[in-house]
């Protein structure tokens, strides 16, 4: 996580625009790029990135990575599969764990 303004200045206008932005392949081609992340704040490049009025030749989507969180019973299901695995005693734990996986996933 860049933490200072001059680091997220360094980041975006110094090395993003002025270095990646003109890597590419032959002379005059152009260069797609492909950029996954995490937002980690309002001013960070990424952010800038989906802003049409900052980067406006760019053509972005964002995506939610959490669509729904799970309700109090896939939470049970969940303690459950955490009490399968650290069980020491269980020489199965793992694939007993693993079936438990099964279950929840069924359930969300």
């Given amino acids: 996580m860049v933490k200072s303004e001059v680091q ?36 960070a ?15 972005s989507q964002r995506f939610r990575a959490v669509e729904k969180f ?7 299901l969940w303690q459950q599969w955490k009490q399968i695995y650290k069980d020491r005693f269980n020489p199965n734990r793992k694939d007993d764990a693993s079936r438990s996986l099964m279950v929840i996933g069924k359930r969300c």
């Fill in 8 to 43: 997220r200045h360094f980041i975006r206008h110094e090395w993003f625009n002025k270095e990646v932005l003109f890597v590419g392949g032959e002379e005059g081609s152009a260069t797609d790029f492909f950029i996954v992340g995490t937002s980690l704040g309002k001013e």
């Fill in 45 to 59: 490049l990424l952010n800038a990135l989906l802003d049409s009025d900052q980067y406006p030749e760019w053509k």
């Fill in 70 to 76: 799970h309700d109090a019973e896939v939470d049970e």
